[in-house]
């Protein structure tokens, strides 16, 4: 049974005739080359699964080899054999995108292993892009909505971010949609063709995060080219996971020395959260130098409150995507529209739990519609009990936009009250960006 092919690369005659040996005892198909000219050749013209090339060739390296496999986007792995005690070649090997680096005299039954290896990687790699190409065309790819001034300012950020290789701080509120922000990164990223993985910091602790990076520090458990993880809730990390992450950090920092865990250099850190991160540091939960360390580059994304001229598209979107069980077979109906009133009770409300919750409000819709219209009074059973006071206000006092104005206005004045001059400490316990808090102030006639 063929085990797959292979294009052995090296210089020495004697070299490619025993590898070619050893991998056709295996059940391998084998091809060989002398240098890196015939090698991209050979690959232009029959792409194979696995590549195994010396490190120094007649005609260059195995860097040049790397480097147009690259710009190609083949995604072939590539196994690297070069002489004993050359560490810093084996760090630049796996740099410039080795998926493993062995050393001479070549062992063959590690070659084989990792031979193997490297072709499961190539076949997992496959099937999570056709699953997730799939998924997208099912459900669509979850992407930014909306055209507000703060969804463009948030593009423009996360456009500035994807071409840089520094670890991203992504912020907001609960439900604002912090993932999909990390999501479109990642898609505009040069690391969009390599895996996306998400932690959530809870769930770790210092054994548990050290192998889910094990793919990228060394370990024998598996192998990845590079890519993304996004690690979520970063101020619920326990603190000896901190020091593991804070290691990691700098092993890939490409401005400090190489390390023996960092194998990897395109690994790229994104962490989201939602709590006040300063707080945490001042109170030790969370180390300065991991929270400084990951916030290069920040990113803030807005509460639904600050751009609820996105609500509409918002809606339309949601509805869309979720559809309307049909009664006998189960399957989507048509999109159902909001009418004109059930859009302008959305856009009064201040949803606390954001983008999160607007979706939740237009599920339970559908679910409790049947043929009914989609309008404010449907609207209004749903968030009724979010727009009710502890003792129900009389008749007079219940149009929503002024009784919204009403608690905005007080919550403004709170929040100046607590933060006495600091504008920041105001915006923060408002949950708005700074650069907003004037046009609340303007708004409701307070003084700056």
Known sequence: MQAGSVLVVDDEAYVRRSLVSVLEAEGWAVRDCSGVRDASRSLSEVPVDVVLCDLRLGDGEAFDLLDDLRERASGVPVIVFSGAGALDDAVRAMKSGAFDYIQKPVDPDELLMLAARAVEHSRLRREVGSLRAALERVQGPRTLIGDSAPL????????RAAGARCPVLIRG??????????????????????????????????????????PWTGGRAGRVDGGMVILEGLALLPLEAQALLMRLLDAFDPD?????????????????????????????????????????????????????EDIAPLAEHFLGRLGAPDEFDGERSAPRALTDDAL????????????????????????????????????????????ASPERAPAATLHLRSRLDE??????????????????????????????????????????
């Not at 983008?355 to 209004?380: H, K, Q, S, T, W």
Request: hydrophobic share 40%.
């Open 407 to 448: 608690v905005e206005k007080g919550l403004v004045e709170s929040a100046l009250a607590q933060a006495g001059d600091s504008r920041k400490k105001a915006a923060f316990l408002l949950g708005i960006d700074p650069r907003n808090l004037s046009y609340y102030l303007r708004k409701h006639g307070l003084k700056d």
């Open 152 to 159: 463009r300012e948030l593009r423009e950020r996360i456009e």
């Open 256 to 308: 400090k020395r190489p390390r023996p865990m960092a194998t990897r250099a395109d690994l790229r850190i994104v962490a989201t959260s939602g709590d006040d991160l300063e707080a945490a540091v001042q109170a030790g939960r969370l180390r300065a130098d991991l929270f400084w360390r990951l916030n290069v580059f920040g990113i803030c994304v807005p509460p639904l409150r600050d751009h609820r």
């Open 173 to 214: 509120e609960s439900g604002s949609g912090k993932h999909v922000a990390a999501e479109e990164l990642h898609r505009r990223s040069p690391q969009a063709e390599l895996p996306l993985w998400r932690l959530h910091a809870s769930a770790l602790n210092e054994r548990s995060l050290a192998e889910a990076l094990e």
């Open 344 to 387: 302008e009770l959305l856009a009064a409300y201040g949803w606390p739990g954001n983008v999160r919750e607007l979706r939740n409000v237009l599920e339970r819709a559908l679910i409790m519609a049947g043929p009914r219209a989609l309008d404010a009074r449907l609207l209004g059973e749903i968030l009724e009990p979010a727009f």
